[in-house]
Every structure is written in structure tokens, then in C-alpha cells.
T-cell receptor, first 112, second 116 residues
Framework: KQEVTQIPAALSVPEGENLVLNCSFT??????LQWFRQDPGKGLTSLLL?????REQTSGRLNASLDKSSGRSTLYIAASQPGDSATYLC???????????FGTGTRLTVIP | NAGVMQNPRHLVRRRGQEARLRCSPM?????VYWYRQLPEEGLKFMVY????????ESGMPKERFSAEFPKEGPSILRIQQVVRGDSAAYFC??????????????FGQGTRLTVV
């Protein structure tokens, strides 16, 4: 059974701090792993997609890493800002590649 | 190039009514996926469609739920005789014609269904 776990479920940090969000998955044969951002009452915005052959991807203040052997991915956010407050979701394709398996997310609050 | 468009954004239905949720994929995308997000839960896959074909409906409830993606027009997720437990956010995603496991999916803003 595919499982994707995100711990902690919620995180509060003061503005300016660097932080790491964690994602664990049970399928070591994933094709890729994707990080999304979801604002309250809104849709999902794709942040980064890491292919299985890659170790990390960077976009601005965001850096995502992938370690398939240990079943872990991290999303590093540098110099956090209040505008970063949102729920962050990780997901990977299922075995049939027809759908994404999502974690339950980490709700981040950056305090001004 | 507009993103994935879903409408309505919010839908209120009384128990027993029908709900119709629409999704127009991004231009050039012919693969559509529907997901449901129950309150305080993660997104769960429901169904995967290509034009005029249901490819994978393994996540669809066995009764009252159906989906289509006609040759012309948006994809429709239809829920008949809605119950309170159907209240959720329903998200649509699309990917390009040459979709594969490494293809990025793009999500719409979702339709929030409330059953009263």
C-alpha cells in the first residue's frame, strides 16, 4: 500500500527563519516527487518536481531534495516570509502512473 | 494560456440533488484527473480520463458518482443524490497529450461542494 507521510502536521516559525519540511514515502521505485503549495480555500500550485534520477531541485528560496533509498524528501525554505504561510503537500505518481499519491500536508505559519 | 479552469468554484446542494462539476484542461492537455479532498484529509485520486475514455476509475465510489470527458467540451464529474458526506473540495488536474509518469500535472482551483 502506497503511503505518504508529512510530519509535522503544523509548524509555526518567526519571519526570517530557514525551515525544512519533511515527506516520507513507502515506494522506493517512484518516478518523481512533486511539492505543492495550497492556500486556504484555494487550489494547488506546483512548486518543484524532482525526477527519480535527480537529488535536488531549486527554485528561488526553495530547495527540494530526494533520497529514494531512504524514502524521504525535504523542502527547504530559506529566509521565510509571512507570504510563505500555506499548506505544503508532497506527492508522487502511483505504480500505474495514472494518479498522484498525496501526503496530508504540513500547515506552515510564518509569524511577522 | 489559461490554466486548468473549474466551475463553479462553490456549489451548494440539498441532500438528494445532483451536483455537476466542470473542468476545462489547459490548452494542449488531453489527460484529466479528478481528486477529492475531504475536510482535514489529503487529496485522494478518483478518476483518470482521456478524451472520450475512462482510463482508471479505481478511486471512484461505486455508486452515485460518474465522470466523462467528451470529445468537445469540459470534463464533468457528476454526483447523483448527494449526501452530507459528499461535502468536500473536488480538484481537477490536467497533463499533456504525451503524458507519462514523469509529466507534471497542473491543478485547477477546485470546486467546493457543500451539501445541506
Amino acid at each position: 500500500k502506497q503511503e505518504v507521510t508529512q510530519i509535522p502536521a503544523a509548524l509555526s516559525v518567526p519571519e526570517g527563519e530557514n525551515l525544512v519540511l519533511n515527506c516520507s514515502f513507502t515506494d522506493s521505485a517512484i518516478y518523481n516527487l512533486q511539492w505543492f503549495r495550497q492556500d486556504p480555500g484555494k487550489g494547488l500550485t506546483s512548486l518543484l518536481l524532482i525526477q527519480s534520477s535527480q537529488r535536488e531541485q531549486t527554485s528561488g528560496r526553495l530547495n527540494a531534495s530526494l533520497d529514494k533509498s531512504s524514502g524521504r524528501s525535504t523542502l527547504y525554505i530559506a529566509a521565510s516570509q509571512p507570504g510563505d504561510s500555506a499548506t505544503y503537500l508532497c506527492a508522487h505518481p502511483g505504480g500505474g502512473a495514472n494518479n498522484l499519491f498525496f501526503g496530508t500536508g504540513t500547515r506552515l505559519t510564518v509569524i511577522p | 494560456n489559461a490554466g486548468v479552469m473549474q466551475n463553479p468554484r462553490h456549489l451548494v446542494r440539498r441532500r438528494g440533488q445532483e451536483a455537476r462539476l466542470r473542468c476545462s484542461p489547459m490548452k494542449g492537455h488531453s489527460h484529466v484527473y479528478w481528486y477529492r479532498q475531504l475536510p482535514e484529509e489529503g487529496l485522494k485520486f478518483m478518476v483518470y480520463l482521456q478524451k472520450e475514455n475512462i482510463i482508471d476509475e479505481s478511486g471512484m465510489p461505486k455508486e452515485r458518482f460518474s465522470a466523462e470527458f467528451p470529445k468537445e467540451g469540459p470534463s464533468i464529474l457528476r454526483i447523483q443524490q448527494v449526501v452530507r458526506g459528499d461535502s468536500a473540495a473536488y480538484f481537477c488536474a490536467s497533463s499533456p497529450r504525451t503524458s507519462g509518469p514523469n509529466t507534471e500535472a497542473f491543478f485547477g482551483q477546485g470546486t467546493r461542494l457543500t451539501v445541506v
